[in-house]
């Protein structure tokens, strides 16, 4: 496969990796799949990232990610402990 398409196959990957962030935050159904909204959202993250805030603001996301991550992934955990019958 060409260069170009391997990094075309990767860029995809990574903005569907994102759009299912978007959803999976349920933005989607929250804004009534409202494109502008999610769009000046997104915005109003960025320019917090630029102020005075960024920092403190990107600690504070970061944490609330890595918990929401670490309590989907219990959920799982439980739920195939549960199918194996565990």
């Known amino acids: 496969m060409r260069t170009w398409q391997v990094e075309r196959r990767q860029r995809t990957r990574h903005l569907i990796e994102l759009g299912g962030l978007v959803f999976k935050a349920g933005i989607v ?12 959202a997104l915005l109003w993250i960025a320019e917090k990232l630029q102020s005075h805030e ?11 990610g890595k918990q929401a991550f670490d309590a989907e992934r219990h959920e799982e955990q439980k739920g195939s402990e549960r199918r194996d019958g565990g």
Do not use: F, I, S
């Open 29 to 40: 159904e929250l804004t009534n799949d409202d494109r502008a909204t999610v769009y000046g």
């Open 54 to 64: 960024g920092e403190n603001a990107r600690h504070l996301w970061a944490a609330k």
